[in-house]
């Protein structure tokens, strides 16, 4: 029984600290603004970026937004801008990042069961300050 309790606590500490590393490896080390993640970009974060497009914003903080996925050439994300569709990211070029309150990618596969097909490169959603 002995046996077995040790390798219970061993194995909890094992857990612990991986998932401990893993939360600090996922929070960025902390540079991240509140509310931010991998999958969002908030308006805090943009401040520090300057007079830049959305699409240049998206370049410096997420460039793997705009990545092809699965292999999928030129399968670039769907833009929408407060819930229309707006075409594809190529269309971030006209909108000023101080323009934009919050941006957010959704994979292919959440993008197509909220919109429906034709989002092999995901989407992006453009919320702006209105």
């Keep these: ?3 077995q309790s040790s390798k219970r606590v061993v194995l909890l500490a094992f ?3 991986v998932g401990t590393t893993a939360c600090a490896a996922g929070a960025g ?3 991240r603004a509140a509310g931010s993640s991998s999958t969002r970009i908030v308006e805090a974060e943009l401040l520090d970026l300057g007079q830049v497009t959305a699409l240049q914003a998206i370049e410096r903080l997420r460039p793997r937004w705009l990545q092809s996925r699965a292999g999928i050439s030129g399968a670039a ?3 929408y801008v407060d819930g229309g569709r ?3 990211s190529n269309e971030l070029a006209s909108i000023r990042a101080s323009d934009v309150a919050q ?3 959704m994979s292919p596969s ?3 069961t909220r919109f429906g097909t034709g989002h092999t490169g995901g989407a992006i959603m453009v919320t702006t300050k209105r």
């Design 1 to 3: 029984m002995r046996g």
């Design 15 to 17: 857990a612990l600290a």
């Design 29 to 31: 080390g902390g540079s």
């Design 77 to 79: 994300p769907v833009l």
């Design 86 to 88: 707006r075409g594809d």
């Design 103 to 105: 941006m957010e990618y």
């Design 110 to 112: 959440d993008a197509t």
